[in-house]
């Protein structure tokens, strides 16, 4: 019963190396042209409003995706206004 306990302790510390190192040096051909078109792009992200969990998630994510693929990210809120205007 404990070399069980050890050996699936063992193979689940595996599974976690692995796992944290699958997304290094990922390189997939059918996306890299698109990633590489976004280089010196503005993307403006307008939610409902931020604050929330979601939008502030979203937020996050896209600021460190931005960051690395090289584009510029602006985040403006209108704060539930239908009026509010995007320029």
Excluded: C
């Amino acid at each position: 019963m404990k070399f069980r306990t050890i050996l699936a302790a063992g193979l689940m510390a595996l599974g976690l190396a692995g796992a944290a190192h699958a997304d290094d040096g990922l390189d997939n051909p059918s996306r890299n042209p698109f990633y590489d078109g976004l280089k010196g792009k503005r993307v403006v992200f307008i939610p409902l409003a931020m604050g929330f969990d979601l939008t502030e998630g979203w937020a996050a994510i896209m600021r460190k995706q931005a960051a690395d693929l090289g584009y510029t990210l602006e985040i403006r809120d209108p704060n539930w206004s239908t009026a509010a205007r995007g320029r």
